[in-house]
């Protein structure tokens, strides 16, 4: 059945619409219809594709997505090599190439330049044929880059049909451009992956890179990359005379340009706009590095021509990287949520970029070999996006001989679980699924409010401390630095310094808290309490015989076991005496204290106990130091589960009060 002729009418009207409203939204940033019209038009188009699938084709603005995954990229040519910029630092560079371009030209009056944002992206080349979209690649080595067309196709931004409306299309367009990921669309996507116990990407460069080199393009659809164009290959049927005009051209035909690119005569104009973009580069949603500096004459430009590996006629005046100078002092391995293990530098404290940096991640052993470093090397340290501290190199030259290699542990540092690797990996993890969450439960108890009472300190910065490699072990608690602190999300000065405070006045404890917090299994804080209460001394505790543990009113023998066996251990001695060694002191029991073990306790009762009146349980937690209540609420402690119990338990189980039978009560009251 031919398709009727009003339907393809409609079908090309509704494509070229969106094609225009998609032009105004992201090339205008001046949007003239709203979301839920701009949605109308898509489903319609749609709806009338399904109907009449022969009227599909690949150019139609429902087409980007679908391809399915490749196996690998085909490699495509570039036919006008995609150079790399010298780069420059300093105005006095920069006049520099000024000149030399007028010697170059034997020109002595002002030129006539174009600055534009560098994006701190990867570049792209997009080929339109006739204005269709027919094959996009990556840079790759500037002359061969990557097929990726069907990823790119999934960018919002990128027209699958150019615009004719003001300028006819081109026979041949070759667009290039750099595909970046906005900064808090990286950070949304970090923030999802952490969720989802997957590794974050370290800057948006990063994720725009992985996200573009995708073999299914559909993960690359549901990442949210953008593109800003800079530039031309081959152009067959138009011409151009300036690189402005290039710039507003592409514009016309629905290509997306960095609005803050400039037209400026004279270099003394261009050098004050980048300090004018270097003031506003922190409140741009992307990442820039510098800015490029054109020649605008395409004349001029082809006269200067070109070096060996870029052009005579512009260049990158970079912003001054945050980077400094330091030495390492050791290499740790940080275990992360999903067992990776990640190597970190813990360098000498350094001031980067007017932020202290102790530690920055190496990534994975492959990357250190690369880069050759060394334990004790000097290394030049960087914050890269301004955020991530990072080691560029190191200094070889400062070397002594002393310097060390670094050899990848074989077991987790954690668990101590031998480490395994994929063979196309460079990520070695521990595959102890307990490994992480074990660890920061640990964590988390040893500093909670009734053990060592840290505050600020909850599970997620406890989580937090473990993946940058900060601690991992309870001890290394006490030797943390601000720093540390400060290479972490979410800490400021204030913030620091609060809980170094917090870290410091919990180094003075009482017994019965110091015995809870250590986490041995069956010594809740009652317990802690009799044992304190009985022995008055850690060190007597540590020697208690089980003998000496069963006979104490209160524990039984489970409960005695658990505490000898872990006493006995030669770990757990150790962890007490780092603990000790870190400062953590134990205040003396106050002899004769009565014997309250169920202090600030409160308990309610539900069913009906087989071994006592409730009045004599009552009474006998109240002698005890302890308080019944009637309802189940918040600060309840412990609900008693009796025989037949009622609707308290319910109300226990909502709240996520903690349950005991009634064996457990009288463990817990010495009459067991
Ligand atoms: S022009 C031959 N303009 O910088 C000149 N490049 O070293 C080719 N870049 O990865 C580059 N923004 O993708 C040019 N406005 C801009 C740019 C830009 C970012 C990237 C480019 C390439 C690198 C060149």
């Given at each position: 059945m031919a398709v009727p002729a009003e339907v393809l009418e409609r079908i090309k009207k509704l494509r070229d619409e969106i094609n225009y409203h998609n032009y105004r939204y992201y090339v205008l940033d001046s949007p003239v219809i709203s979301d839920e019209e701009y949605d109308a038009l898509m489903h319609e188009l749609k709806e009338l594709e399904e109907k009449y699938p022969e009227t599909i084709t690949p150019d139609s603005p429902t087409q980007r997505v679908g391809a399915p995954p490749s196996e690998k990229f085909r490699t495509v040519p570039h036919h006008v090599p995609m150079l790399s910029l010298d780069d420059a630092f300093t105005p006095e560079e920069i006049r520099e190439f000024d000149s030399r371009v007028k010697k170059f030209l034997g020109i002595d009056h002002d030129i006539e330049y174009t600055v534009e944002p560098k994006m701190d992206g990867l570049a792209v080349e997009l080929v339109y044929e006739k204005g269709i979209f027919v094959l996009g690649s990556t840079r790759g080595d500037g002359y061969n880059g990557e097929d990726v067309t069907n990823n790119l196709r999934t960018i919002p931004s990128i027209p699958l049909k150019l615009l004719s409306m003001e300028v006819p299309v081109p026979e041949l367009l070759e667009v290039r451009g750099e595909v970046y990921m906005e900064k808090d669309a990286f950070e949304k996507l970090n923030r999802e992956r952490e969720k989802q116990g997957l590794p974050t990407f370290a800057n948006p460069r990063n994720a725009a890179a992985g996200s573009l080199r995708q073999l299914d393009p559909k993960v690359t659809a549901s990442r949210p990359l953008n593109i800003f164009c800079y530039g031309v290959g081959r152009v067959q049927g138009h011409s151009f005379k300036t690189q402005w005009e290039v710039l507003q051209t592409l514009k016309k035909w629905g290509l997306r340009v960095n609005p803050l690119a400039k037209k400026v005569t004279g270099i003394e104009k261009a050098i004050k706009y980048h300090e004018y973009l270097a003031q506003l580069r922190p409140e741009l949603n992307y990442e820039i590095d510098g800015m490029v500096i054109k020649v605008n004459d395409l004349e001029l430009q082809e006269k200067l021509g070109t070096k060996a590996k870029s052009p005579r006629w512009a260049i990158a005046y970079k912003f001054e990287a945050a980077q400094s100078v330091t030495r390492i002092i050791d290499i740790i391995l940080s275990v992360g949520r999903t067992g990776a293990i990640t190597p970190v530098a813990v360098m000498e404290p350094v001031k980067v970029g007017g932020v202290t940096i102790r530690r920055a991640t190496l990534h994975n052993e492959d990357e250190i070999k690369k880069k050759d470093i060394r334990i004790g090397d000097w290394v030049i340290v960087r914050r890269a996006g301004d955020v991530i501290p990072e080691v560029v190199k190191p200094l070889k030259e400062r070397r002594t001989g002393k310097e060390k290699p670094f050899v990848m542990p074989k077991y987790c540092p954690v668990c101590g679980s031998r480490l395994v690797k994929k063979p196309d990996e460079a990520i070695w993890r521990c595959p102890n699924p307990d490994c992480f969450p074990r660890l920061a439960k640990r964590i988390a108890h040893f500093v909670s409010k009734p053990a060592?009472?840290?505050?600020?300190?909850?599970p997620k910065v406890v989580e937090q401390l473990i993946t940058a490699g900060i601690i991992r072990d309870i001890p290394d608690l006490y030797y943390i630095k601000k720093e540390d602190l400060l290479s972490l999300e979410g800490f400021a000065e204030k913030s620091a310094d609060n809980l170094l405070k917090a870290i410091e006045r919990s180094k003075k404890t009482t017994l019965p808290k110091f015995l809870f917090a250590l986490g041995i299994r069956h010594v809740g804080e009652v317990t802690a309490q009799l044992l304190a209460k009985h022995f008055k001394r850690l060190d007597k505790v540590m020697n208690a015989s089980l003998e000496e543990l069963k006979a104490i009113k209160g524990i039984g023998p489970e409960v005695a076991n658990s505490i000898y066996n872990w006493f006995q251990d030669e770990k757990n001695r150790q962890l007490i005496k780092r603990l000790l060694e870190a400062g953590v002191t134990i205040e003396p029991m106050d002899e004769d204290e009565e014997d309250k073990p169920l202090e600030g306790k409160s308990f309610v009762f539900t069913g009906s106990l087989k071994s006592m009146k409730r009045a004599e349980a009552k009474k006998l937690v109240i002698s005890l130091g302890g308080r019944v209540q009637t309802t189940v609420g918040h600060n309840t402690d412990f609900v008693v589960v009796g025989e037949n119990p009622g609707s308290k338990l319910e109300k226990a189980k909502a709240l996520g009060v903690k349950t005991i039978s009634e064996e457990e009560f009288l463990q817990m009251v010495g009459k067991k």
């Open positions: 060592m009472d840290i505050e600020g300190l909850g």
